[in-house]
């Protein structure tokens, strides 16, 4: 990695600012998912081993740029405190003179959990002022929240200007690594599996990748406005009626360079016939008129995990189906499956697709989950992200 990491840094006793992602759900004043928090506890770990003064940080949500009850981090420092068997005490603010003291009171090898960066508007407003005031808290700065690298914020990219050096932490530095094999050197076949609602959500991912892939497998609702740009009839299922000219030159050029383009074979529609609603499995080619695909079919699913057992890397990112709702879950259950079953490198990007990994009960047996949505797609459309061009390049 060309960015300097953690492990590059001499940590003892110094104030590290550790800019970690804890937007997690939470209800009734509980955390109710805590995958991010426990995603970046080996950043957190190494560094109060190595006798750090933590600073951590993170923004919960959109209270606005004001203080907001419902935002307050402190659910995450008392699930925090949980998993690390210490006292991750909440400071009232993430500036001011107050929150320096106790950051100054820190011992060695202890953390303490700012209040909500979105509390002040210049968080997103990425304003140079409120950075030098988060730069002040700290004598080096770690990036470990790698769902959030994609905004130029004042905690992500202003903060960089004031502070002596910028590092990667050790989840980043695993995502950058995972991620940046698939567009420098993905093992070969590489099976690009795409899902989700729309095409324009994708698109620049697949240009991309196009451009890497041996393979690109698509379902969910995006599948449909391929499969009409071919030609084909889709019932009333969801079609992004402005893509389908991108939709086929999509095609055209995955033909053009001899990636296989595979959309799906067969389908679970619904369909409302005579004031009843049905569910059954159709042939694309005998696609209802007024039927609505709701999950990729068992042929489709055969034909996907052919693919993904032969390929030697494997990258998913969105549902096959309305995964939500069964009996529509199956397909994606499928697939999550034939990743768990892969022998390459298996890589799984979005959180739709990573509660699909969860629910099928495969977590431990996925080569690399990506903590990124936005971030995730962004860096695998060859977009430079924000906060990894922010820190400072090895010597």
């Known amino acids: 990695m060309a960015k300097l990491s953690i492990r590059d840094l001499e940590l003892q006793g110094k104030r590290v600012f550790l800019r970690a992602d804890f937007n997690v759900p939470i209800e009734g004043g509980e955390v109710v998912e805590a995958w991010r928090i426990e995603a970046t506890l080996p950043t957190i770990r190494y560094a109060m081993e190595r006798g750090a003064r933590v600073v951590l940080a993170s923004h919960l949500g959109r209270p606005k ?90 905690s992500i990219e202003g903060i960089t200007r004031f502070v002596p050096v910028a590092a990667a932490g050790l989840l980043l530095e695993r995502e950058l690594e995972y991620l940046g094999r698939l567009l420098t050197r993905p093992e070969r076949p590489f099976v690009v599996v795409l899902g989700g609602a729309k095409v324009s959500d994708k698109i620049l991912v697949i240009e991309n990748l196009l451009a890497r892939a041996d393979a690109v497998l698509i379902g969910g609702a995006m599948a449909y406005t391929f499969l009409r740009a071919r030609g084909e009839d889709v019932g009333a299922s969801r079609v992004e009626s402005d893509q389908l000219e991108l939709a086929r030159k999509l095609m055209t050029e995955a033909q053009a ?123 695998l459309a060859g977009i430079e992200l924000p906060g990894v061009k922010a820190l400072t390049e090895k010597a």
Not at 293 to 314: K, N, Q, S
């Open 65 to 154: 740029g004001k203080r907001d009850p419902k935002y307050s981090l402190h659910p995450v420092a008392r699930k925090l405190s949980e998993l690390l068997g210490h006292d991750i005490p909440l400071a009232p603010d993430c500036v001011g003179a107050e929150v320096k003291a106790l950051v100054d009171q820190l011992s060695d090898g202890r953390a303490l959990l700012l209040e909500n960066l979105r509390f002040h508007s210049g968080e997103e407003r990425n304003d140079p002022e409120f950075a030098r005031q988060l730069a002040e808290l700290a004598d080096v700065y770690v990036n470990d929240a790698f769902g959030a690298a994609h905004r130029a914020h004042a």
């Open 257 to 379: 360079r001899q990636v296989a383009f595979l959309l799906p074979v067969d389908h679970v529609v619904l369909e409302r016939t005579e004031g009843e609603t049905q569910t059954r499995i159709v042939r694309t080619e005998e696609f209802p008129e007024r039927a609505i695909g709701m999950d990729i079919g068992p042929e489709t699913v055969r034909l996907f995990a052919e693919h993904i057992a032969a390929a030697r890397t494997v990258f998913w990112n969105g549902p096959l189906g309305v995964f939500e709702q069964p009996p529509f879950d199956r397909g994606t259950m499928e697939i999550a499956r034939a990743l768990a079953e892969s022998s390459g490198v298996t890589i799984v990007g979005g959180g739709d697709s990573l509660a699909a990994i969860r629910q099928a009960g495969v977590v431990e047996r996925i080569t690399h989950l990506s903590t990124g949505g936005g971030a995730t797609l962004e860096f």
